[in-house]
């Protein structure tokens, strides 16, 4: 059979091809079903292989032989297995000549078996860099609150880390000495007002709901009162604000108590009452911290450092192009733990042709972490589709 590697590596560049050539959609789906053939020829081989290890089992003390019964499933099986290779292997060809491939991306065994690069058991997600600024300016804000009700904004374009830096402030240890009382709420685009104050007394320990539209509301200010406490109302949407009026009116004053609010509106920001003085916008990433964000993800193993300096100019590159964009950033870096440096080579290309046709560095980045998921994973993928938005999933659920 066709070697693992050239037949993954030989998906991969179909897929991205497709997305671009709607004409090899087709060939996809023959493609796969060739492949749904010899799973099932396997499945077909495991029978028998089971079945005969039963009749064995039957003629204990029997003269072990070979069973001339077997010859004509072996035969058939070997014919369906050579078919099957041969009209992949043809496909294979077909497909090359009408793209102009002269060759499929491989590892190159004389430079890159011998420059894989280790991988860490875990790498750390919730690293942050680049906020210290941004964070300790929120941070400030907050401890020197004396207001009623004090009301900052976070806003900026999405995945700019509106979010990030929120939870960098909320997590903080100095605000968590601070205030007595904390929230942290998710607002999606379909959020419900029960839902919100439902969530609020989650944090204040609290998971029951009165059946009265005023009641959690009371039960929230009961909880609150005459405490400081934080609330943050995460990724804000909503251009009704009756339900924030009335939350707000709900809820306690004074004792320096304040909210979060991020949103990628100033507008948004300004009716759920944020004074101008009191807006963070986040800024992009430096070149520098760009570059720090990058190699904390694949170089993990080593404490964030490149020690190999041919890795530098391709990574620089690909780092460049992410235009200081941290989902950007740490998506590409994902890609490239545990990759050959041939593999890179390829990789930065590849990116640097989808940036050609859409000049969307995030789209990019997550585009090109879906295509080099492995077939199996792609499928899998797709069951993330069945939670809704701003869902908490087990890791026990998603993996049965």
Same mark, same amino acid.
């Given at each position: 059979m066709l070697s693992k590697r050239r037949d993954t590596t030989f998906l991969k560049d179909l897929d991205r091809s497709k997305r671009k050539l709607e004409t090899l959609q087709r060939v996809m789906v023959d493609l796969r079903e060739k492949i749904y053939d010899a799973k099932d020829i396997l499945a077909d081989c495991q029978v028998q292989s089971r079945g005969k290890e039963e009749e064995e089992q039957v003629s204990k003390g029997c003269l072990k032989c070979f069973a001339p019964s077997d010859l004509p499933f072996q035969y058939r099986t070997g014919k369906q297995l050579r078919e099957i290779n041969e009209k992949i292997a043809e496909t294979k060809e077909n497909i090359r000549s009408y793209l102009g491939l002269s060759m499929l991306a491989q590892p190159n065994t004389a430079d890159s078996y011998n420059d894989r690069w280790s991988c860490p058991d875990v790498y750390d997600h919730t690293q942050v860099v680049g906020l210290e600024e941004d964070t300790k300016k929120i941070k400030q804000w907050l401890l020197e609150a004396n207001e009623e009700l004090l009301a900052i904004g976070i806003i900026g374009m999405g995945v700019v880390g509106k979010t990030t830096t929120a939870k960098e402030v909320y997590n903080d240890a100095e605000i968590e000495q601070h205030f007595e009382r904390k929230m942290w709420v998710s607002?999606?685009?379909? *959020?419900?007002?029960?839902?919100?104050?439902?969530?609020?007394?989650?944090? #204040?320990?609290?998971?029951?709901?009165?059946?009265?539209?005023?009641?959690?509301?009371?039960?929230?200010? #009961?909880?609150?009162?005459?405490?400081?406490?934080?609330?943050?109302?995460?990724?804000?949407?909503?251009?009704? *604000?009756?339900?924030?009026?009335?939350?707000?009116?709900?809820?306690?004053?004074?004792?320096?108590?304040?909210?979060?609010?991020?949103? !990628?509106? !100033?507008?948004?920001?300004?009716?759920?009452?944020?004074?101008?003085?009191?807006?963070?916008?986040?800024? *992009?990433?430096?070149?520098?911290?760009?570059?720090?964000? *990058?190699?904390?993800?694949?170089?993990?193993?080593?404490?964030?450092?490149?020690?190999?300096?041919?890795?530098?100019?391709?990574?620089?590159?690909?780092?460049?192009?992410?235009?200081?964009?941290?989902?950007?950033?740490?998506?590409?870096?994902?890609i490239m733990l545990c990759k050959y440096l041939a593999e890179w080579r390829r990789i930065a290309d590849y990116f640097r042709n989808e940036l050609n046709e859409n000049d969307n560095s995030v789209m990019a980045s997550l585009q090109l972490s879906y295509d080099e998921l492995p077939p199996y994973l792609k499928s899998c993928f797709l069951c993330f589709s069945l939670y809704p938005e701003d869902c908490v999933i087990t890791k026990e659920q998603l993996i049965h």
């Open positions: 607002v999606t685009q379909t *959020f419900k007002e029960e839902q919100i104050m439902r969530s609020m007394l989650k944090y #204040l320990g609290d998971a029951g709901m009165g059946d009265d539209r005023g009641e959690p509301l009371r039960k929230i200010n #009961l909880y609150l009162q005459g405490k400081r406490y934080l609330l943050v109302m995460d990724d804000v949407w909503s251009s009704d *604000f009756k339900w924030w009026d009335r939350i707000y009116d709900g809820l306690p004053k004074g004792n320096g108590s304040s909210v979060i609010i991020t949103t !990628r509106q !100033r507008e948004v920001a300004r009716k759920m009452r944020v004074t101008k003085p009191r807006i963070h916008q986040p800024k *992009f990433l430096s070149e520098e911290n760009s570059w720090l964000l *990058f190699c904390k993800v694949p170089f993990a193993a080593t404490q964030g450092e490149c020690l190999h300096s041919e890795l530098l100019d391709v990574g620089k590159e690909i780092v460049e192009k992410c235009k200081g964009l941290p989902i950007a950033i740490k998506a590409v870096g994902g």
